[in-house]
């Protein structure tokens, strides 16, 4: 069993900053891809930023130079550190994983299996 359990969420100032934490528990395996997933509610999830199965990242153009994706090699704990955020960055952030053992696999929110239960980042102007 996999579980995935975010923290670092809250209310910021456009502009500001904020650190979000994804703690892996498991019995079985660690996802060797892992990600953050956003959604506004009414809208599309939208992957934001993923490490690959090489453990290089990967950013949405719309976070690209403000975000920054990372894990550590040691609990393989995933961050978000995210900086200069906007209103439109306004949404629940979820982190999920998968073994991304197929061809085709892309970070996209529905090659996802595993998921946690999300946190809120509010950008207020």
């Known amino acids: 069993q996999i579980q995935l359990v975010e923290s670092g969420g809250g209310l910021v100032q456009a502009g500001g900053s904020l650190r979000l934490s994804c703690s892996v528990s498991?019995?079985?395996?660690?996802?060797?891809?892992m990600g953050w997933v956003r959604q506004v509610p009414g809208q599309a999830r939208e992957t934001v930023a993923y490490?690959?199965?090489?453990?290089?990242?990967s950013y949405a153009d719309s976070v690209k130079g403000r975000f920054t994706i990372s894990q550590d090699d040691k609990d393989d704990t995933l961050y978000l550190e995210a900086r200069g955020l906007e209103v439109e960055d306004t949404a629940v952030y979820y982190c999920?994983?998968?073994?991304?053992?197929?061809?085709?696999?892309?970070?996209?929110?529905?090659?996802?299996?595993?998921w946690g239960q999300g946190v809120q980042i509010t950008v207020s102007i």
């Open positions: 999920a994983g998968d073994t991304c053992f197929y061809a085709g696999w892309d970070g996209e929110p529905e090659d996802y299996r595993f």
């Open positions: 498991t019995t079985t395996y660690v996802p060797r891809c």
């Open positions: 490490i690959d199965s090489d453990g290089a990242p």
